[in-house]
């Protein structure tokens, strides 16, 4: 496996394509869940270096999922992201510093495909 590795969660099918083309074309192998279950197998075996995470979803919230990787005691760093009020971007970011993750950067939706890439960069 390359050194950049992005794994992305996200319920939009639109969004998460986006992410994807962005990523491959900053030279990331890239790996898109749609469910929490099938984030954490991905994860385990493809050690990301980047998670792209979305915050709001109906099965599993992007909160419980950070505090999965600091117990996982993930070194990736992490982007949330969320269509919804800045708020939760602020929230989560809080509760991911306490939990010992590392690089957080917060997104609103919609997302320029120039600040995605900024930050993957």
């Known amino acids: 496996m390359g050194d950049k590795r992005l794994l992305a969660i996200d ?12 990523a491959e074309g900053l030279g990331y192998e890239v790996r898109v869940a749609e469910k929490a279950d099938e984030f954490a197998d991905i994860y385990e075996q493809f050690d990301p ?30 982007v ?12 989560a970011r809080e509760l991911a510093e306490k939990g010992e993750l590392k690089g957080v950067t917060t997104l609103t939706k919609p997302v ?9 960069e």
């Open 112 to 120: 320029s495909i120039s600040e995605l890439r900024e930050i993957l």
């Open 11 to 22: 319920d939009e099918p639109a969004f998460a394509e986006i992410v994807r083309a962005v």
């Open 80 to 91: 949330f992201v969320t269509g919804h009020n800045p708020h939760f971007t602020d929230s």
């Open 49 to 78: 270096t980047v998670v792209v995470l979305d915050l709001v979803m109906p099965e599993v919230d992007g909160v419980e999922l950070a505090h999965w990787l600091a117990h996982e005691k993930c070194r990736a760093k992490i």
